[in-house]
């Protein structure tokens, strides 16, 4: 009796520390060849840890769909099974199983958005649109609703159609959740259908909450004449010469956790890195591509998650139930509460930060769906895990420095990790503006290469917080 007894506290504790110690998890609940006598729910997660983190499809299959023949929560089986299918090119079926969960779940609305990007990649793209027009109200769902459609629409060259979902895109609040590539687009569809004050007001609106950006300045200037600037940049650009560092965006495409992160990085730089350049890494892609991702209808909130959330405010990844919720799963429930209660503490005193200096730093680097870019703006992404031991063999693997780098355009850069000999001060002082974007650029990867600079004439170097320290509103 005490062995069952034990054994099912072990397996019980897995399921408590799986998204933080995954290696441990998977040693607790045992082999995927020793998985027969886990009940529904901990096969379902083995399931997914072995797509996940030991990167084995087919496994994750095997074990997904005998989880799928239990009795329990099996969402993650659902999951992993539908991956495992679109991985071997059978989109179809995926779909199939995404709609039995969803049937199955019909209280659960975010999966509404997984199937239909599911029947986008298997090129049912009219069934996706049905979807998405049927739930466009649905207020948690409306905003993602809106780019997919509105995108569709642009692709198919319906500009009236696009200029319509743009719209109600735009008008969307808080504003900070559209990005600054919508406004471009709508003022154009704008300006093409003959409404020139249309389009002023949008590139205007946008220029507000986008200052820095390039192309809303250069589109308001040469097709408007309009160049006042109507707001001022939280952060500074980054002066190279003082600095004394260039730096190089990389466009890549889209990382997924079905990316190969080392060959990705290997391809798209081999033409442009030198020995002696710093490769960044945006710490959200590092985690995607090791599956540190999670879409929403994994994620569960429960009652302290929901609590908590409402003293967040709109602004910064813990603001939703979901988001904190992801808090809890990756620093635990005693963390959180009492980091809760320390930030709580700290903001009569005006002192910011204090959640995440008891909580971790690892709950600052959560990005929750008001930062990431579709497909994964119904996902969880987590810090990555083991970045060092990361940064090191991608640095054998490409012959330079490499990092990763936690930047945005409201508290600057600082570096979670960095190969031998990288110099992570100066690194972070480089990417303070974040030279990536934080939107829809796709651009994860910056090459950082040191330049000649004048040291008499360079002025101090602002400082930006050192790794481990909070850097979220």
Sequence with gaps: MRGGLYTRFVRW???????????????????????????????????????TYERDAATAERLARAALERPGATRFASAALAESLIRRGEPDEAVEVLRAASERLPHVFWYELTLVDALELAGRTDEAVERLRAVADHPQLRRHVLKRLSRIALER???????????????????????????????????????????????????????????????RAQRLGDAEPLAQPRIDPVAEQEVGAARIPVRTPFITLRTDLRALMDRTTSGTRRPGDVIALAESATAAAQGRILPLELVRPGALARSLSRFVG???????????????????????????????????LGRRGWFYRVAGPRTAMID????????????????????????????????????VVDANHRTGAWVLAASAGVDSGWLAEA???????????????????RTARDLARAPAAKRVPAPGQPVRP
């Design 13 to 51: 504790r897995a399921t408590r520390i799986w998204l933080r110690h995954p290696r441990r998890a998977v040693a607790l609940l045992g082999p995927a060849s020793q998985a027969g006598d886990l009940d529904g729910p901990q096969l379902a997660l083995r399931a997914w840890l072995a797509l």
């Design 157 to 219: 060259h319906d500009e009236a159609e696009a200029r319509r979902w743009f719209e109600a895109l735009v008008a969307l609040a808080p504003d900070y959740l559209v990005y600054a590539s919508d406004y471009v687009t709508l003022g154009r569809l704008q300006l093409e259908a003959g409404e020139p004050q249309a389009a002023r007001e949008t590139w205007r609106r946008g220029a507000r909450i986008y200052p820095r950006h390039a192309e809303l300045r250069e589109l």
């Design 314 to 348: 709109e602004i910064g990844p813990l603001h939703s139930p979901e988001g904190m919720q992801g808090a809890i799963m990756e620093s635990g429930r005693v963390r959180v509460v009492v980091g809760a209660i320390v930030g709580g503490l700290g903001r009569p």
């Design 368 to 403: 929750d769906v008001a930062a990431c870019l579709p497909p994964h703006d119904h996902h969880l992404i987590f810090g990555p895990i083991e970045p060092d031991a990361l940064t090191a063999e991608l640095a054998g693997a490409l012959g330079c420095g490499v990092a």
């Design 431 to 449: 990417l303070a503006d974040n030279p990536a974007g934080n939107e829809d650029e796709q651009t994860p990867v910056v090459i950082v290469r």
